[in-house]
């Protein structure tokens, strides 16, 4: 079998820029449907005012919040999982890595629309960029809502460029293969490439640069979000612990949501010959591991509360422990270990069916717990006269469902548009002796034609 | 010298009458936004009086407190905004800038009193009643954080009267509404750095105390706390 | 002849070819390898000189850091408001914004000299094979001396499997 003219790793994975089922266009239009739903209730809101969503006096944050978090945790999945992967050279990476950081740019993109959504006078968010306008006045950069423009704007130019450049020499592969209208979109976007030894090496030199900047950018992105909590004095939002305890929890929303992406990526374009049940293997390890950690977070975080006793905190810690969000907190502590942590212990039940049962039930958990951080404390402030309650009205929901229905719909035109796994990646990741495990039988194949 | 706003509660006086409310709402062209609405915690009232009951049926007995903004010095709204809408003014008092918010609720979040309101709809009042708006106050639209300025309309009259006679402002002369509207006389107004002043003198009582004091915010507003009656007879 | 190259299926001899067309005395510059793949363990792929790019990803941070700090240190002096009894000046925030304007400062130096000295975007060169994309890997002379250009066609036709191919 010649690699060269029969090239299955570049067919296979381009076949679904070429081929579009009439599934494909179905289910788009019914996610743009719901995507447009959001968009309605948007412009609802926008018209008569917040005060449609279930936001009140004293819980001025509500699910839109909620979903920020949420989301901005998701976007930790890509580029920080795919920059230490790629540091540590996980051989096991190539086929993820792009896949990993299309949830990154996307999930940012999501959740960076949440706090726009949430204002007030959303027609004035450019206020928080600094340029020097008829106002005089530059934001205030005392403000951790100012660093949180600072750090997504910062993570998502990063992300973005970490994902496109070594798209690159895959968009040049295309260009070469395509024709009519594809060709001129894919040869503008390869932007001339050639693959010239020159190059290939200032890519490698530059993604390693990346990678190591990416990183402790991925990191202060989700300190930063857990400094919109804890820089206020609300009861249990004021704890240094929360900068690591967001970043932990982040990363593990973001491994259960690739595990779910690439699971779909898998049965629904066929690439089961690319993405292993030992990545599933490895990556359910990992989430095994978040969860061992977001365990003892939650457990340093409560047991400190419970200890220090102060009245204030004390009454969030029992709204959620015994009393009206004990539901919802009970749940999350079982759809965040206890249901994972044995699916990921067992070497029988970490197949990626389980991995997959185990990242669903940690996306609920993980959204509880953000929704467990924000609305309970602000309930309970310690003027027991303002205590409230909050109950999400039409407008919130409908948003939260556009804005997943919109994660699913731009990561499915996306893998229409580019090869979802990384072709040049992947062919490299071939030369060396291939670890048996991962071999199946086309691969083996393939490298065994290898001259 | 500049001047520092402070206030005085005293808790013996107050009767829980809510004139304070009333009258904040007239001069502060304030809305009030329906029973549905309040239900659902959109109510906004500038200064409440806050009831917390004690003991058991029959043998019940009611405190109340009446909460305003604060006012405090280092206030945990002021630097949570990102636009410097809301900030420490020359008087020391929050400013709150409406054309410079944009609605992050952060501050209301960040302030520990819950006394900072949020326009969750655009105001609206019903004929006539627009009629009876105080031309000194600005309307605020929907989407914009308000709250207690200590009627900063009436401290800038005040102020540029006395500059204009070139004087200071005499000590009681000037009062907010809730202060002017109290018939028992529980809100004491005036310049706490005057050591002379009724709301200085009072502030060092020792019946004195801060809400929320081991916060750290320094609040401006002191509350006098309760005497039992056969305590004040003594 | 503007240029002549083989195209080799062999990254072995690829590397052949390099090496005879080296033989010939043709200089390092002007041999040029395409690729659809790196092939970081073959000779030809390291010809290319170390780079200055972490030199210049260090002095993109640096710009970013004094950009970051121009902008929270001199705009807070600009029209001074009081927050929360904060400095004007607050030094412990305003790290946090020149941390992140250093991390972009030097992301975006990053992939801007990647892009520029990989000479991204620029037209095609006319040695430029579609069949590179295909797995193939290229070895060719771009506008070769009229003296040495008839022998290239033979040292790069010497090495089994090459199939030599001359632009006009």
């Not at chain 1, 009140?56 to 839109?64: A, T």
């Not at chain 1, 979000?225 to 305890?245: C, E, L, N, Q």
């Not at chain 3, 992301?107 to 095609?124: D, E, M, N």
Request: net charge neutral; aromatic share 12%; charged share 15%.
């Amino acid at each position: 079998m010649n690699r060269t003219r029969n090239n299955p790793i570049a067919d296979d994975l381009v076949r679904p820029l070429f081929h579009t089922s009439v599934w494909f266009y179905g289910s788009a239009a019914v996610l743009a449907t719901i995507v447009l739903c959001g968009a309605a209730a948007w412009a609802y809101q926008i018209w008569y005012g917040i005060g449609v969503a279930g936001i009140n006096w004293p819980i001025f944050w509500g699910f839109y919040l909620t979903n920020f978090v949420f989301w901005i945790g998701i976007s930790h999945a890509g580029t920080l999982i795919s920059a230490i992967l790629r540091l540590v050279n996980a051989r096991w990476r190539r086929p993820v890595t792009r896949c990993a950081e299309v949830i990154t740019v996307f999930a940012l993109m999501i959740g960076a629309m949440f706090p726009l959504i949430h204002l007030g006078r959303p027609w004035l968010a450019f206020w928080l960029a600094p340029y020097p306008s008829a106002r005089e006045i530059w934001p205030n950069f005392r403000s951790p809502l100012v660093w949180d423009f600072f750090a997504i704007n910062t993570y998502l130019t990063g992300s973005v460029l970490f994902l496109l450049l070594p798209m690159i020499p895959d968009l040049a592969l295309i260009r070469d293969r395509a024709t009519g209208w594809r060709r001129f979109v894919y040869g503008t976007l390869a932007l001339g490439w050639q693959g010239t030894t020159k190059q290939w090496h200032r890519l490698e030199s530059g993604m390693q640069i990346m990678a190591i900047a990416i990183i402790p950018v991925a990191v202060s992105v989700h300190t930063i979000v857990a400094f919109d909590f804890s820089m206020a004095t609300v009861p249990m939002w004021h704890s240094t612990i929360f900068g690591p305890y967001f970043v932990a929890g982040a990363i593990f929303s973001g491994i259960a949501a690739l595990i779910i992406a690439m699971a779909a990526l898998r049965r629904l374009l066929h690439l089961e010959a690319y993405l292993h049940p030992v990545h599933f293997e490895n990556l359910g390890k990992l989430l095994l591991l978040m969860s061992l950690l977001w365990a003892y977070f939650v457990f340093a975080e409560r047991l400190t509360v419970w200890y220090g006793n102060e009245p204030s905190e004390m009454a969030v810690f029992w709204a959620t422990q015994a009393g009206d969000y004990a539901p919802l907190y009970w749940t999350m502590v079982v759809c965040n270990f206890v249901i994972p942590f044995p699916i990921l212990t067992l070497r029988r039940l970490r197949t990626v069916t389980g991995c997959v049962v185990a990242s669903f039930a940690v996306l609920i958990g993980m959204w509880l717990e953000r929704f467990l951080i924000i609305i309970p404390s602000l309930s309970r402030k310690p003027l027991t006269y303002s205590w409230g309650s909050y109950s999400p009205q039409l407008v919130e929901i409908v948003l939260m469902v556009a804005t997943f229905a919109a994660m699913i719909l731009l990561y499915m035109l996306f893998s229409k548009f580019v090869p979802i796994i990384s072709i040049w990646e992947l062919k490299v990741g071939n030369q060396p002796h291939p670890p048996v495990e991962t071999a199946d039988d086309e691969l083996a194949e393939l490298w065994k034609a290898r001259p | 010298m500049a001047y520092r706003w402070g206030m005085v509660v005293d808790l013996d006086r107050c009767t829980g009458c809510e004139a304070c409310v009333t009258a904040c709402h007239a001069e502060n062209n304030l809305p009030t936004v329906g029973a549905d609405e309040a239900a659902r915690g959109r109510a906004m009232h500038w200064i409440r009086v806050e009831r917390y009951w004690e003991g058991e049926f029959p043998d019940v007995r009611v405190k109340f407190r009446p909460v305003l903004c604060q006012q405090c010095g280092n206030a945990p709204c002021e630097a949570v905004c990102p636009t410097y809408a809301s900030h420490q003014n020359e008087d020391g008092l929050n400013a709150q800038v409406y054309n410079r918010c944009i609605g992050t609720r952060y501050c209301g979040n960040a302030c520990m009193y819950n006394v900072r309101f949020f326009n969750f709809f655009h105001p609206q009042w019903e004929k006539p009643l627009q009629l009876q708006l105080n031309p000194d106050v600005s309307l605020r639209e929907s989407g914009v954080m308000e709250k207690c300025t200590f009627c900063v309309q009436r401290i800038k009259a005040a102020k540029s009267a006395a500059k204009a006679e070139d004087r200071a402002i005499a000590d009681g002369s000037l009062q907010p509404a809730c202060a002017q509207a109290c018939p028992a006389g529980a809100l004491v107004f005036g310049d706490l750095n005057d050591p002379e002043s009724r709301v200085a003198r009072l502030s060092a009582s020792p019946r004195g105390s801060k809400l929320l004091e081991d916060l750290g915010a320094e609040p401006k507003i002191t509350y006098l706390h309760r005497q039992g009656w056969h305590e004040s007879n003594a | 002849m503007k240029a002549v190259y083989a195209l080799y299926t062999d990254p072995d001899a690829a590397q052949q070819a390099v090496e005879a067309l080296r033989g010939l005395g043709v200089k390092e510059r002007d041999i040029v390898v395409m690729s659809s793949e790196p092939f970081e363990e073959y000779e030809f792929s390291h010809r290319d000189k170390a780079t200055w790019l972490h030199w210049i990803a260090g002095a993109g941070g640096v710009t970013g850091m004094v950009a970051g700090y121009l902008l929270t240190f001199t705009t807070q002096q600009l029209w001074p408001l009081t927050t929360s009894g904060m400095p004007i000046v607050s030094t412990w925030p305003n790290t946090i914004i020149v941390f992140e304007m250093t991390m972009l400062g030097a992301i975006l130096a990053t992939a801007v000299s990647l892009l520029i000295t990989a000479s991204l975007p620029s037209r095609l060169s006319v040695l430029y094979d579609p069949a590179v994309t295909l797995g193939y890997i290229l070895v060719g002379v771009n506008r070769p001396d009229e003296p040495l250009a008839s022998r290239l066609d033979e040292a790069l036709a010497g090495v089994p499997g090459g199939q030599v191919k001359t632009v006009a």
